[in-house]
């Protein structure tokens, strides 16, 4: 007679890691969202928390794809920087190791001439 025992478990395990924004990322990320919804560029957002990657999605209407996703993925911290901005198409706009050195991408599009 075989007795098979369970590997155990204690109710006390740690979930899976996910990736998310400190606050300190999220107050640098929220500051450039409010200052374009001010200017009437991005309505709403969403984030996601996720394994590999934490992502701020911008979106101009809620029912659409987002216009512009700001991704971390902390794997990529020591090649070409875990933060990146994504634009609608997938295209990488911008990507580094300071975020708000890759956010200045979308601050240029606050700037406009007054006429």
């Not at 369970?6 to 450039?32: D, G, K, M, N, Y």
């Not at 209407?61 to 512009?68: M, N, S, V």
């Not at 609608?88 to 007054?114: C, F, M």
Request: overall charge positive; some cysteine.
């Amino acid at each position: 007679m075989t007795v098979h025992i369970p590997p155990q478990t204690t109710p006390f395990e740690r979930p899976p890691e996910q990736v998310a924004f400190h606050r300190t990322e999220l107050s640098v990320i929220l500051s450039l969202y409010g200052r374009m919804v001010a200017a009437g560029e991005w309505r709403d957002y969403g984030i996601s928390c996720l394994k590999e990657m934490a992502v701020f999605s911008v979106f101009r209407r809620t029912a659409e794809i987002p216009l512009y996703r700001i991704e971390k993925r902390p794997k990529l911290r020591n090649r070409q920087g875990m933060y990146a901005v994504v634009g609608p198409g997938g295209q990488i706009l911008r990507r580094g190791h300071d975020l708000k050195s890759v956010l200045r991408v979308l601050e240029r599009k606050l700037i406009r001439a007054v006429e």
